[in-house]
């Protein structure tokens, strides 16, 4: 399984409906699991992001999905970026010519 961070900022949309937000969590968290990916934390940020959710999917693809499923609804809009662990981090260096 890959892992990957997800930041997200409210739209304007998504602040005037910011009460349902633990609803919609659990929404996605669902959503998520229904393709194969778990969200393994969920995090509210102050600053330019307002929140982080880190998750693991099976793969790239998998996780560009559950992202535009998520941008689609029009309550917020992320940024998603692969992390990778340090074992991953290791192998990588470890193949560089």
Known sequence: MATFMVLARYTHQGVEHVKASPERLEAVKKAFHTKGAEVKAFYNLMGEYDSLL????????????????????????????????????????????
């Open 54 to 97: 880190i998750v693991e999917a099976p793969s790239d693809e998998i996780m560009a999905q559950l992202a535009l499923g998520v941008e689609s609804k029009g309550n917020v809009r992320t940024e998603t970026h692969r992390a990778f662990s340090e074992a991953e981090f290791r192998k990588i260096v470890a193949g560089m010519s």
